[in-house]
């Protein structure tokens, strides 16, 4: 009895330690855990399950469309361009008031006081004097309205109204270059994502690389300098992980620039159409078994768990669907005449130009107008009121040197005017044709170039497999991989500099 107590109290109990320090260890070693029950206090402060759900569940998710919705709502460049077509509206209307009567009021009191005083000379003559108070109340009315000015004003007016829309085109531009900021940063990120995507690959690839080597060089089937060499090249593949990690916080961090938005929560993002990446997703590590070896004359190698098993067959080529844009270039240029918000700002800068020289050649022509009044005088004897309607007919005064020199000036704006709309013509056929060449070399370049990513994942299964039957050496496989990672971020690559390029030729279009 006291031999079973003492197995109770001691032996037990320490064997159930070292069997829960051996799974915690067995665990680690081969990336999985064993859960363990354990007893809560009963006045714990632990979340419930559901609220730690909810918690995790708090990152949000930004398509594309989102965050340009975004943008537009908190640009200030865009905010400042409304508030300068409100100001340009308001132009307009105090254009118009010119043909609004104009109202005149006057009041007021007047108090005179006049005193007389004289000399006489003679018997018959007395000095003496006279004192007299005048004091009356005054007021006028009075409505001045513009009949006629041949023109001038209407040419003002027209102005204005020209100088409104060509504000508003301006408004459209800054739109267009918010809309095209956030997909470049959008794209951008996008493209740090899938990099991120492609080392950690490489990393858990060489990890288990790592892992095998080793074990063939325990069991002495590989060379030490294998095994430093598969260290090597993990402790690489971890740095790199780690800057492509920092590459991906920078693209958020410019996204949140171009979205104007510093309290941006955590959020994920969606692939788009053009940039359909295979997102990441933890595969389940492989468990390296050694080789057994066959003793027949020769070794061969049977192993019942090959690197190959590892690698990722769950690509970013999978589900990777690229639809190229086809536009002949020549309509591509008309629809950017058409389209194009600052080639239209300048076309309305002509027009608003073209009246404004119209208003200044009417403005030395008389003015028609008519008037029409009301007086009221008030003292302390009498009171008299009147009316008045008249029309008149105002000549300006006169300068010949200031006509001549106000009229070049204004035919030098519309000349300007017109040359700028020649230049923008020129630089928008150019920038469409650059752009429409860069997009197809990218669209030719595309499918050859994932292509090369499903012929480097071949080579390096076949590297692997060689490697594993020691057939191959350790640095043909490194070769091998070090070439498929390399095609993977070129790939990545070549795709968002598609995605640039379209969207630089749709901008250039004038299409967001």
Same mark, same amino acid.
């Given at each position: ?54 918690? /995790? ?96 004003? /209407? ?46 690959? &490489? /990393? ?27 260290? /090597? ?178 035919? &030098? ?100």
């Amino acid at each position: 009895m006291k031999y079973i107590s003492f197995l109770r109290k001691k032996i037990i109990p320490a064997i159930v330690l070292l069997s829960f320090a051996g799974c915690q260890l067995f665990s680690c070693a081969y990336g999985f855990s064993i859960p363990f029950k354990k007893n809560k206090p009963k006045n714990t402060t632990t979340k419930p399950a559901v609220q730690m759900k909810a918690e /995790v569940n708090k990152t949000v998710e930004y398509s594309l469309e989102d965050c340009i919705n975004i943008a537009l709502a908190n640009d200030p460049n865009i905010k400042v361009a409304k508030t300068q077509k409100d100001i340009a509206n308001s132009q307009v209307g105090l254009a118009k008031a010119d043909y609004f009567p104009s109202l005149t009021i006057g009041n007021g009191f007047t108090s005179q006081h006049n005193k007389n005083s004289g000399r006489g000379g003679g018997f018959y003559n007395q000095g003496g004097s006279t004192t007299s108070d005048n004091n009356y109340y005054q007021l006028n009315l009075g409505v001045n309205q513009l009949i006629w000015d041949f023109g001038s004003t /209407v040419a003002r007016i027209n102005m204005q109204k020209y100088n409104r829309e060509s504000v508003g085109y301006d408004l459209e531009n800054t739109i267009l270059n918010t809309v095209y900021s956030v997909k470049l940063a959008y794209f951008r990120a996008l493209a740090a994502l899938a990099n991120q995507d492609v080392y950690e690959r &490489s /990393v858990r690839i060489n990890q288990l690389n790592y892992d095998r080597t080793n074990a063939l060089f325990q069991e002495g089937l590989k060379s030490k300098i294998d095994v430093v060499n598969a260290q /090597v090249y993990l402790t690489d593949a971890q740095i790199s992980l780690i800057d492509a990690q920092g590459q991906y916080e920078n693209a958020i961090v410019e996204l949140n620039n171009a979205m104007y938005y510093p309290d941006a929560p955590e959020y994920t993002l969606k692939n788009t159409e053009s940039f359909n990446f295979q997102r990441n997703k933890q595969p389940q590590k492989t468990e390296v078994n050694v080789s057994t070896i066959k003793k027949s004359g020769s070794k061969e190698y049977e192993q019942t768990a090959i690197l190959t098993s590892g690698i990722e067959k769950q690509d970013i080529l999978q589900n990777y669907k690229f639809q190229p844009l086809i536009m002949p270039v020549n309509d591509a240029i008309q629809k950017a005449y058409e389209n194009r918000p600052d080639l239209k700002s300048l076309l309305m800068v002509e027009r608003a130009q073209k009246e404004s020289l119209k208003a200044i050649k009417r403005s030395y022509l008389p003015v028609l107008g008519a008037n029409a009044g009301y007086n009221y005088r008030k003292n302390s004897d009498v009171s008299n009121t009147g009316f008045n309607v008249g029309v008149t007919l105002n000549f300006p005064t006169l300068n010949f040197m200031d006509i001549k020199y106000s009229v070049a000036q204004g035919n &030098s704006y519309l000349q300007m005017a017109a040359e700028n709309i020649d230049l923008s013509k020129k630089n928008i056929h150019f920038e469409v044709k650059n752009n429409y060449i860069n997009m197809v070399v990218l669209q030719k370049k595309i499918p050859l170039m994932a292509q090369k990513v499903q012929q480097t994942l071949e080579n390096f299964e076949l590297a692997d497999g060689r490697y594993t039957v020691g057939l191959g050496n350790f640095i043909e496989l490194q070769q091998a991989q070090t070439n498929y990672n390399n095609a993977q971020l070129d790939f990545v690559q070549a795709v968002f500099n598609y995605n640039v390029a379209k969207e630089q030729f749709q901008k250039s279009m004038g299409v967001r």
